[in-house]
């Protein structure tokens, strides 16, 4: 009945945009079927729509006998127009998991009438392995292997282990994989030195017995010459009380201007690389994952054409195919439909954007994975507003641009589930304060580098946007110090020299600011060591080490401490001097407390004036990176730094120091299988 009275609407000269149809045309791979797993695959769709769209694509992908539960590969991205028919960005699609028969789902939609469209399509997958031997080939990345064994009884794990054939160096192991028979197991293995040969074979558990299948060598090749890699110089070499337990180091070489643009790398503790990932342009390493997945931000087409600029959020795996990807038109599609203000399209505004105009930019900095649960995923993405003249002491006499930042709380098929919005919780102490702008200044420009872009710029808006709170890192809290489970985020604001504990609740939580953590915040500082600036300012990665049990550790940058000038929010006056220290410190929530004391608050010896890591490590020492450091008038470094701390103090001693060029942060962990564990 519904379509008939569409249909008498239409004919009757009365259509509106319900009266549109949307079709599609074509599903089309760019291989036929089957093809042999590890093989890329690309997909493209072909719709037509009524209206003048734009048109959106999704792909989902169903494994042999399973549904598109969770399946999304490519969530909802505009497509190209041309003589009336919509394309699809191309959707690359590379299975390494299961052979057998899947479906490719392509959904396309009109957002403006609401009309979707459907299509499926099979495809098969064929096993690497023909009989009862394993097998091991390459990859599109010379450093990464793909090996795959026949089939392993049920109940009963496997994972590859894998060692240099030339050095009695330790075996790596990939993880543990539960068996799925009769299918085969196919891994992917990684942490090679390149141009060399390893032996490895398939290592099945059945309940606690392990079993070595056959050995297999392979040899890795040379790193591209097209690709300019980074080197490294080891300052302190490791010795006996080094962690050589966790010896590989992840560096994300984000690199803010200047050439040339290195791929994100992983190191041995010696500086040779074992892995790399490379992307035009580049993109950014957030979090490795414990499944040997990396989460990214990366720089793509989306739905605003004024800029590409970080409007993709990824899943990639070690080979470097993407495993999912959504989108900032996706994100804020999602959150318009569940009433959030401040989130919605930034090209939809006149220009001068009115005061009040609100729009979701990009993602940066930080996505967080691991530690949260039911396979949620927690990304920091950049808002903007427009607020009125003299805001936060703007002169111009013009409305500002504000930059602020929302946490975007994704469910496992990456749709949005909760967020928080900074600013719905800027009226002022205990909160956050819009009045209050960034301790050092800080401001940012239509696509400038260090910021996210800035959409609301132009004519008739004061020239530069206010950096308000420039967020840089994510911990999701699942214990706190009182002693009861919180369950609640924690959020490194860089511009007010705070860590925000945020109530998330799991979901549950109002999106409060429970607490400020900083200098003029809501702790004392219990300064045991008599420091002459105990606070931290500027912070980076700051996480609470034992699955939530403490201490917190933060690298410290320093550029409140170090600044010359008191800080504009005229609580905060700065020494002049200084490095930047890797901290930890101790939290006391007790209400008529509320007391940090330091643990340790390290000299690093350099002073890194953004980006930065702190982690404690598997053997009580701790690892921290100062990431942009200014060695000569147009070179910037970092430096891998682990410290052994001295007992009765808040000091150290480096057991290792690695330097390269400028990054942005860095983990060290034991294998990129295992990376550290908040």
């Known amino acids: 009945m ?45 719709a037509t729509d009524s209206n003048p769209g734009p048109f959106a694509f999704q792909f989902n992908v169903a494994p042999p006998k399973g549904t598109f539960a969770n ?37 396309v939609k009109d957002f403006t009438s609401k009309e979707t469209a459907t299509k499926t399509v099979k495809f098969g997958i064929s096993p690497l392995v023909t009989g009862s031997a394993p097998v091991v080939v390459k990859t599109a990345n010379p450093l990464v292997a793909l090996f795959s064994a026949p089939s392993c009884a049920a109940g009963s ?17 990939t993880n543990y994989v539960k068996c799925h028979p009769p299918a085969s197991m196919t891994f992917e293995v990684a942490g090679m030195y390149p141009s060399t040969a390893y032996h490895m074979f398939a290592q099945t558990d059945t309940g606690g017995k392990p079993t070595n299948g056959t050995t297999l060598s392979f040899t890795t090749g040379a790193l591209p010459t097209n690709i300019p890699f980074p080197a490294f110089t080891v300052k302190v070499p490791p010795g006996p009380n080094t962690d050589t337990t966790d010896s590989v180091l992840l560096h994300n070489m984000t690199q ?24 035009s342009p580049p993109q950014i390493i957030t979090r490795p994952l414990p499944n040997g997945t990396m989460l990214m931000d990366q720089t793509g087409p989306a739905w605003n054409s004024a800029s590409t600029i970080l409007q993709i959020f990824a899943q990639i795996d070690l080979a470097g195919n993407i495993i999912k990807q959504t989108n900032t038109g996706a994100i804020q599609q999602q959150l318009l439909a569940m009433g959030a203000k401040d989130a919605g399209p930034c090209n939809v505004f006149p220009s001068p954007a009115p005061v009040g105009s609100a729009c979701l930019g990009s993602f940066h900095h930080d996505a967080i994975q691991q530690t949260l649960p039911n396979g949620d995923t927690a990304v920091l993405v950049s808002i903007e507003k427009i607020y009125p003249p003299g805001t936060q002491g703007n002169t111009s006499g013009l409305p500002v641009d504000i930059i602020g930042d929302m946490v975007v709380i994704l469910d496992s098929n990456w749709q949005v589930k909760w967020y928080f919005d900074a600013f719905q919780h800027a009226g002022g102490a205990p909160q956050l304060d819009i009045t209050r702008p960034a301790v050092l200044g800080g401001t940012c420009g239509t696509a400038q580098e260090g910021c996210p ?32 489970a919180s369950n609640d985020l924690l959020l490194s604001s860089r511009n007010q020299d705070w860590i925000l504990k945020i109530d998330y609740n799991n979901g549950a939580g109002t999106g409060d600011v429970l607490w400020r953590m900083g200098p003029c915040g809501d702790f004392n500082f219990n300064n045991i060591y008599n420091d002459p600036w105990p606070w931290f300012s500027a912070q980076h990665n700051p996480g609470i080490a034992n699955n939530g049990a403490g201490p917190l550790t933060v690298f410290d940058n320093g550029n409140t401490r170090i600044s010359k000038s008191g800080s504009s929010s005229g609580c905060i006056q700065g020494v002049g001097s200084g490095d930047s220290r890797g901290m930890a410190l101790t939290i006391d ?19 890194s004036t953004s980006g930065g890591s702190a982690q404690l490590l598997s053997d009580g020492n701790y690892y921290f990176m ?53």
């Open 256 to 279: 803010f201007g200047g050439e040339p643009l290195y791929p994100d790398v992983a190191t041995d503790l010696a500086g040779k690389i074992i892995w790399y990932y490379f992307a």
């Open 453 to 484: 872009a800035a959409f609301l710029l132009g004519p008739g808006i004061a020239p530069a946007a206010l950096d308000w709170l420039h967020c840089n890192d994510l911990y999701y809290w699942p214990k706190d110090t009182v002693g009861g």
């Open 589 to 607: 929530e007790t209400p008529g407390s509320m007391q940090v004391t330091p643990v340790l608050s390290a000299d690093l010896g350099v002073y």
């Open 626 to 678: 100062p990431a942009v450091v200014q060695v000569s008038l147009n070179s910037q470094d970092s430096y891998s730094i682990e410290i052994l701390p001295t007992a009765g103090t808040d000091t150290g001693t480096q057991v290792l120091n690695v330097q390269g060029p400028q990054g942005y942060r860095g983990w060290q962990m034991s294998s990129l299988y295992n990376p550290p564990t908040p």
């Open 157 to 173: 794990t496997m994972r590859v282990v894998f060692q240099q054939q030339s050095k009695a160096t330790p075996a790596t192991a």
């Open 2 to 46: 519904g379509k008939l009275i569409k249909l008498l609407l239409c004919l009757a000269g009365l259509c509106i945009p319900a009266c549109a149809t949307v079709a599609i045309t074509s599903l089309q791979p760019s291989l036929v079927s089957p093809q042999v797993l590890g093989t890329s695959i690309t997909w493209t769709a072909t």
């Open 71 to 107: 399946g999304m590969a490519r969530d909802f991205n505009v497509g190209t127009l041309n003589a009336g028919t919509w394309t699809s960005l191309p959707f690359v699609w590379v299975p390494t998991g299961l052979e057998g028969t899947y479906e490719i789902q392509v959904v």
